[in-house]
């Protein structure tokens, strides 16, 4: 009789204590709902405070928007030929000089497509001083510490053999130069640095200052070296060297590239696509033939990272917890020198000053007509708050994918934790996409700007001053929405634009690399 008391009086006992043990834990598991991407910063997100949508009547709508008829609207098709050709081999390269004036390193620091500026300029210093320019030394950035060196992201040999008429090129110093290292440059004055370069220097700075000390020493190192060249009065020829080594001589090394292709095949041809299918059914067998073509995709650079977020100095709807956070690592990194902190979240966003979040440009692109039947690769090393600020883009894109959806992880094992490898494979997709749409303007969204220019590829450019003051205005409607944002891109669509003074030959390289048919 014990016994069976005992047996019944445990049941409820062990059910207050399972409920007990979920009131402990609900917090916990609610936090484990909604924790971000592992690259994304879970300290300025709880569970109790996730972004919610800040457009959420036109969210409302374009998630109900109707599927057009996808990929035959004038929004997928190519550029028209717009009287434009690459010219980067109608000056005739005069040959080598039979000696160099001596070895010329520099040392570049900054992410990958800064430091792909940085080489095009590297070669085209090199060819003003006639010297031989040393394979560049890449600085391992602070922010993603990633120490991948020039031959671990370009192929060295095909970079080399592409500028033998142009330059003199080593893969390393000799041996009587061996000292001649970062080391060596950290840990004094060296006569034979270069140190205060100035921004956009001339080629007469370099010839006055840089040739000397090859002259005397043999070598030079310039570090710093970003951004230390001119855009403008240099000659043709130079203007078209840099060009050649930035459309040309810049290859990824072949790892990234079958990477890259095996991405683009699987967003052309969708696994599960390519089955069989009866041939009695004439319209089953027109389906079949339909889905064996290839698909069309955009390539969508989501420029939205920490640092971005922090120095924007914009509220992204995160609450007080989102506020302080940005505040503070605003100040820990840049220690107050951030202009954007003396204005109103209203008065940057007016000015169209704050980067688009991914619900944002999600709108942008299907107020452009794009549907959910689009397939969208995103392009991003890190997003600000992860899946939490993600999902209403998810939930536009249905089809979105990345490398971490389209590649197993033995596949991305190489690029694992690398930067500037993981931008080398985005960037190398990017090139191979239909269309491309960069969220923020920066390095990654200039390079490609200027590289789909000088092949004739869409690009499509935010409308950034367009867009802020309508995002403010909370009253407008999906429909007045849709068509000011299709009106202020008509002309933002990849028709090319003339480089003016002082813009880089890199976003704009006609006219000085491209020629009128």
Known sequence: MRFHCQSH????????????LFVLLFPVLLLALFTPFSHASPSTFSGLNVPKPRHLPLLRSAVQRENSNGEQSDLWAPLADQGWRPCLESVNTPSLPQKSEGYLQVFLDGGLNQQR?????AVAVAKILNATLVIPYLEV?????????????FDVDHFINVLKDDISIVKELPDEFSWSTREYYATAIRATRIKRAPVH??????????????????????S?????????NLLSEIQQLRCKVNFKALVFVPHIRELGDALVHRLRYPSGESEAVSTNDLRETTD?????????????????????AAHSACDFGGGKAEKLALAKYRQTIWQGRVLNSQFTDEELRSQGRCPL?????????????FDNNTRLYLASHKVYGGKARISTLKELFPLMEDKKSLASSEERVRIKGKASLLAAVDYYVAMHSDIFVSASPGNMHNALLGHR???????????????????LNKNITWLDFRQAVVEGHQNRQGQLRLRKPKQSIYTYPAPDSMCQA
């Not at 500026?117 to 300029?121: A, E, K, T």
Request: glycine share 6%.
């Open 141 to 153: 950035n602070p922010v993603w510490q990633d120490s991948s060196s020039f031959m671990d992201i």
């Open 224 to 232: 710093p070296f970003s951004h230390r060249l001119s855009f403008d």
């Open 117 to 121: 500026m940085g080489i095009c300029d």
């Open 288 to 308: 079949h033939i339909e889905k064996k073509r290839p698909k069309k995709f955009v390539v969508l650079h989501l420029r939205f990272d920490k640092d971005m």
């Open 357 to 369: 979040t991914p619900e944002e440009i999600g709108l942008l692109l299907a107020a452009l007509g």
């Open 453 to 471: 220019t000088f092949e004739n590829k869409k690009t499509i450019r935010p409308n950034m001053a367009l867009l802020g003051p309508l995002f």
């Open 9 to 20: 009086c445990y049941q409820p006992l062990r059910r207050e204590a399972i409920a007990g």
């Open 201 to 222: 220097a001339s080629a007469n700075w370099y010839l006055e200052n840089v040739l000397p000390v090859l002259q005397s020493y043999g070598i030079a190192a310039i």
